[in-house]
C-alpha cells in the first residue's frame, strides 16, 4: 500500500502497492492448511504463523461464521454467428437475485463485448442464446432458447470461472482447469457464486475438527460472491465507487448464535470479507443481526463502525480493490499497511490461491454500545 504522503485513506491511490511477480499465487499450497497466516493483533508485530495453527488463536465460546456458497460452472465457451468464438460468464438470473437453474434470463458478462450487442446470437455446445440487451456499466442480459436444460449445460459445457490473473491450464476444446477442484471450500454446499470466498479454501476437516474442539461455535451463511466485489475501483477518491448488490442468506441459528455472543462478550470472527459484509450488512437497519434473505450493497470504507464482527480470516487482496479498502476499515489503515509490507517482505503468497491474514479489529472502528 502506498507510503504515507500526498494520500489520504479515502484517496485510491492510497490502496495501490507494489508486488513482484513471484509473490501472485497461481497455484494453490500443496496442502490447504500448509498455508502461511499472518496474525495481526491489536498490539505488537505481526506474527508468522501456519493456517494449520489456526484452532489455537480461537477462545472457548468464539463464534466462528462461514461462508457455505458454491462456485457455479459459470464460464461457457460459445460461438457467435459466423464463427466467432466466445465467452460468456452468467452472473446471476435476469430481475433475481437467487441462483436458478429454470430461470431463462441471465446477466452476464461477454467477450468480445464489441461484438455482442443486443440481437446476436451465440451457440454453446447444441444450445442457443440471445443477447438481449446491455446494461449501462457493462453486463448483457442473455435469453437461453426455449427448451434448454442449463443445468445440463453447465455440468457439460461450463466451467469454474479460474481469477483472471491465474494463467489457464486447458486444452482448445476447453474442460475442467485441474486447479477447479481447490478453488471450492470444503464446505461449499449452496451453489450461486461466481468466485470462491477465498479466505475458506485453507480449511480442512482436520482444522475445522480442532476449532470445534476448543470450544468454538462454528455456523454458516450464504452470501453469492458476485462480480462487482472484485471489479477495480475507479476514480480518484473510493467515495466515486459503487458497490453491486450481493444475496445473503442467514440461518435462523446463526443469527441467535452472534446475538448470544454479544450479550455474553464472546467474540464473533468472520471467515472471510463475504462473511463480514453479510453480518454487518444484515445489522445495518438496527444493530442487530436477524435471520432471513436480503441483498446488501455495502461498501465498508474507513470511518465505518462495526456493530457484528471482532476479527476477521482473509487473503491478501489486489492492489485498488474494494477488499482492500474494507480490510483498512476493519484493522486500521496504518496496521494494514504495515502487514502487507511484513508480507511481502517475508514471501507470503497473494490473492485467491494465496496465504491468509488473521486480523482483529482495530477498536477505534467498533461501533458504540455493541458490547
Same mark, same amino acid.
Given at each position: 500500500?502506498?507510503?504515507?504522503?500526498?494520500?489520504?485513506?479515502?484517496?485510491?491511490?492510497?490502496?495501490?502497492?507494489?508486488?513482484?511477480?513471484?509473490?501472485?499465487?497461481?497455484?494453490?499450497?500443496?496442502?490447504?492448511?500448509?498455508?502461511?497466516?499472518?496474525?495481526?493483533?491489536?498490539?505488537?508485530?505481526?506474527?508468522?504463523?501456519?493456517?494449520?495453527?489456526?484452532?489455537?488463536?480461537?477462545?472457548?465460546?468464539?463464534?466462528?461464521?462461514?461462508?457455505?456458497? $458454491? !462456485?457455479? $460452472?459459470?464460464?461457457?465457451?460459445?460461438?457467435?454467428?459466423?464463427?466467432?468464438?466466445?465467452?460468456?460468464?452468467?452472473?446471476?438470473?435476469?430481475?433475481?437475485?437467487?441462483?436458478?437453474?429454470?430461470?431463462?434470463?441471465?446477466?452476464?458478462?461477454?467477450?468480445?463485448?464489441?461484438?455482442?450487442?443486443?440481437?446476436?446470437?451465440?451457440?454453446?455446445?447444441?444450445?442457443?442464446?440471445?443477447?438481449?440487451?446491455?446494461?449501462?456499466?457493462?453486463?448483457?442480459?442473455?435469453?437461453?432458447?426455449?427448451?434448454?436444460?442449463?443445468?445440463?449445460?453447465?455440468?457439460?459445457?461450463?466451467?469454474?470461472?479460474?481469477?483472471?490473473?491465474?494463467?489457464?491450464?486447458?486444452?482448445?476444446?476447453?474442460?475442467?482447469?485441474?486447479?477447479?477442484?481447490?478453488?471450492?471450500?470444503?464446505?461449499?454446499?449452496?451453489?450461486?457464486?461466481?468466485?470462491?470466498?477465498?479466505?475458506?479454501?485453507?480449511?480442512?476437516?482436520?482444522?475445522?475438527?480442532?476449532?470445534?474442539?476448543?470450544?468454538?461455535?462454528?455456523?454458516?451463511?450464504?452470501?453469492? !460472491?458476485?462480480?462487482?466485489?472484485?471489479?477495480?475501483?475507479?476514480?480518484?477518491?473510493?467515495?466515486?465507487?459503487?458497490?453491486?448488490?450481493?444475496?445473503?442468506?442467514?440461518?435462523?441459528?446463526?443469527?441467535?448464535?452472534?446475538?448470544?455472543?454479544?450479550?455474553?462478550?464472546? $467474540?464473533?470472527?468472520?471467515?472471510?470479507?463475504?462473511?463480514?459484509?453479510?453480518?454487518?450488512?444484515?445489522?445495518?437497519?438496527?444493530?442487530?443481526?436477524?435471520?432471513?434473505?436480503?441483498?446488501?450493497?455495502?461498501? !465498508?470504507?474507513?470511518?465505518?463502525?462495526?456493530? !457484528?464482527?471482532?476479527?476477521?480470516?482473509?487473503?491478501?487482496?489486489?492492489?485498488?480493490?474494494?477488499?482492500?479498502?474494507?480490510?483498512?476499515?476493519?484493522?486500521?489503515?496504518?496496521?494494514?499497511?504495515?502487514?502487507?509490507?511484513?508480507?511481502?517482505?517475508?514471501?507470503?503468497?497473494?490473492?485467491?490461491?494465496?496465504?491468509?491474514?488473521?486480523?482483529?479489529?482495530?477498536?477505534?472502528?467498533?461501533?458504540?454500545?455493541?458490547?
Amino acid at each position: 500500500m502506498a507510503a504515507p504522503g500526498p494520500y489520504g485513506p479515502r484517496d485510491v491511490a492510497a490502496y495501490d502497492y507494489d508486488l513482484p511477480d513471484a509473490l501472485v499465487a497461481r497455484e494453490p499450497a500443496a496442502q490447504r492448511d500448509g498455508s502461511r497466516l499472518l496474525v495481526v493483533a491489536r498490539d505488537g508485530a505481526p506474527e508468522h504463523r501456519t493456517f494449520a495453527e489456526f484452532p489455537s488463536l480461537l477462545r472457548a465460546g468464539d463464534v466462528l461464521v462461514i461462508n457455505e456458497t $458454491r !462456485v457455479i $460452472r459459470a464460464r461457457l465457451r460459445a460461438r457467435r454467428d459466423g464463427g466467432g468464438a466466445a465467452e460468456v460468464l452468467l452472473l446471476r438470473p435476469h430481475g433475481g437475485a437467487v441462483f436458478d437453474l429454470q430461470a431463462r434470463e441471465w446477466i452476464a458478462l461477454v467477450r468480445p463485448g464489441r461484438k455482442l450487442r443486443p440481437g446476436a446470437r451465440l451457440r454453446i455446445g447444441d444450445a442457443g442464446a440471445t443477447i438481449t440487451g446491455m446494461l449501462a456499466d457493462g453486463p448483457r442480459t442473455l435469453r437461453f432458447d426455449e427448451g434448454v436444460d442449463l443445468e445440463a449445460l453447465l455440468e457439460r459445457h461450463g466451467e469454474v470461472p479460474l481469477p483472471p490473473y491465474v494463467a489457464p491450464q486447458r486444452g482448445p476444446e476447453g474442460g475442467d482447469d485441474p486447479r477447479s477442484a481447490r478453488y471450492q471450500t470444503v464446505f461449499a454446499r449452496v451453489p450461486g457464486s461466481v468466485a470462491a470466498p477465498t479466505a475458506s479454501l485453507h480449511f480442512t476437516p482436520e482444522v475445522l475438527d480442532a476449532v470445534r474442539a476448543r470450544g468454538v461455535v462454528l455456523t454458516p451463511l450464504v452470501l453469492d !460472491v458476485g462480480i462487482g466485489t472484485f471489479r477495480p475501483m475507479s476514480g480518484t477518491t473510493i467515495d466515486e465507487h459503487v458497490m453491486h448488490a450481493e444475496r445473503y442468506a442467514i440461518r435462523p441459528d446463526t443469527a441467535a448464535a452472534v446475538r448470544q455472543a454479544h450479550r455474553d462478550g464472546r $467474540r464473533v470472527i468472520a471467515a472471510g470479507t463475504t462473511v463480514l459484509r453479510a453480518l454487518e450488512g444484515a445489522a445495518l437497519r438496527d444493530g442487530t443481526v436477524h435471520g432471513g434473505d436480503g441483498e446488501t450493497d455495502l461498501f !465498508v470504507t474507513p470511518g465505518f463502525r462495526f456493530r !457484528v464482527v471482532d476479527a476477521l480470516l482473509t487473503n491478501f487482496h489486489l492492489p485498488r480493490s474494494t477488499l482492500l479498502v474494507l480490510v483498512a476499515a476493519f484493522a486500521g489503515y496504518a496496521r494494514t499497511r504495515e502487514a502487507y509490507r511484513a508480507a511481502i517482505d517475508a514471501g507470503y503468497r497473494f490473492f485467491s490461491f494465496g496465504d491468509a491474514m488473521f486480523v482483529e479489529r482495530e477498536e477505534a472502528a467498533r461501533a458504540p454500545n455493541t458490547r
